[in-house]
C-alpha cells in the first residue's frame, strides 16, 4: 500500500502496542527434532539399516542409533569430519557404539550395496550436490523395496535477491541449481521415488532457534559488526575466513526472513519392480 499520512499516525498508533504484543506470541514453529519424528513414525524394526548422507561429527548418527536401535553409517567427503567422529564413537558406550561406523563417500557415490538399506538420512547436505539427480538416484539404488528417504534442506524464494544469492551461494559453496524447488522436484521425480509427504519448514527452524537459542539475533548484530568495521575482522582472521563468517551471518538471516525456505522431504522406494 501507498503511504498515508492519516493512517501511519493517527490510524496504526492506535493498535500498534496490540500489534507489538500478538508478535510476541509464538506460533509454535517446528524445530529439528521434526526429522525424528518422522523417523519414529516410519516404526523402522531395531538393527534397520540406515545410512547418515554428509555426518559430520557423527551427532545425528549417534542419536539414530540411540533413539532407535538403528545400524547406521556415515558417510561424509571431508577426513575432518570422519576423524571427529570416529573420535566421538570412542566415547559412547559399547551398546550404542557397535552400532555406528563412518566412511569416506558423497551423496552420489554411496559405499553401500543395491538394496541394502532401510532408511536414507540426509539433512542439509543436497544444496552442494552438483548433480542432484544422480543422488536421488543414489538414494534409490541403496535402498530395499519400501525403505525410505527422510532428507532436508534449505531452498531459495523470490525473496532472496539474485545478486545476493550469488554472493551467498558462491561462499558457502551452494551448487544455485541445487537451492531450486523445481530442480530439487524434477530430481526426486527422475529418481522413481514416490513421495510420502513434502513439508514445508519455510523459516520454522530460525524462528525456533531465535525463541530458545536467539540465534537469529545474534546472526543479525554479528552481521552488523562485521559490515560496519570490516577491516578489524579481516586483519585479525584474514579475507577468507572474513567471508565465511559474513556469508554464515547472513544465511542464518535470510532464513529468519524468508529468502531461504526449509523443506523435509519423505521419500520411499516403491515394493513393485
Not at 519424528?37 to 551427532?59: K, T
Not at 523445481?182 to 509427504?197: N, Q
Amino acid at each position: 500500500m501507498a503511504w498515508d499520512r492519516e493512517f501511519f499516525y493517527d490510524t496504526y498508533p492506535r493498535v500498534e502496542e496490540a500489534f507489538a504484543a500478538r508478535l510476541e506470541e509464538s506460533l509454535a514453529p517446528r524445530d529439528p527434532s521434526i526429522m525424528l519424528q518422522v523417523v519414529r513414525e516410519l516404526d523402522l524394526p531395531p538393527d534397520s539399516r540406515v545410512v547418515d548422507v554428509g555426518c559430520g561429527d557423527g551427532a545425528h548418527a549417534f542419536r539414530l542409533a540411540t533413539h532407535f536401535g538403528l545400524r547406521v553409517l556415515g558417510i561424509d567427503p571431508v577426513q575432518r569430519h570422519l576423524d571427529l567422529a570416529r573420535a566421538a564413537r570412542r566415547d559412547l558406550v559399547p551398546e550404542i557404539a557397535s552400532r555406528v561406523s563412518f566412511e569416506r563417500g558423497t551423496a552420489a557415490a554411496l559405499p553401500a550395496p543395491d538394496a541394502s538399506l532401510d532408511l536414507v538420512w540426509c539433512r542439509d547436505v543436497m544444496v552442494h550436490v552438483e548433480h542432484p539427480e544422480d543422488a536421488w538416484a543414489e538414494f534409490a539404488r541403496v535402498l530395499r523395496p519400501g525403505g525410505h528417504v527422510v532428507s532436508h534442506q534449505v531452498v531459495a524464494t523470490d525473496l532472496l535477491p539474485p545478486d545476493e544469492a550469488d554472493w551467498l551461494f558462491d561462499v558457502r559453496g551452494v551448487v544455485p541449481s541445487s537451492a531450486d524447488a523445481r530442480v530439487v522436484d524434477e530430481a526426486i521425480a527422475r529418481s522413481g521415488l514416490e513421495v510420502v509427504d513434502s513439508i514445508d519448514l519455510a523459516g520454522e527452524w530460525g524462528e525456533w532457534s531465535q525463541e530458545h537459542e536467539g540465534a537469529g539475533g545474534r546472526a543479525l548484530l554479528h552481521l552488523a559488526r562485521l559490515l560496519r568495521d570490516p577491516e578489524r575482522y579481516r586483519a585479525e582472521f584474514d579475507d577468507e575466513a572474513y567471508d565465511v563468517m559474513l556469508g554464515d551471518c547472513r544465511w542464518h538471516v535470510h532464513r529468519m526472513s524468508g529468502g531461504l525456505a526449509g523443506r523435509l522431504d519423505v521419500l520411499r522406494r516403491p515394493r513393485r519392480g
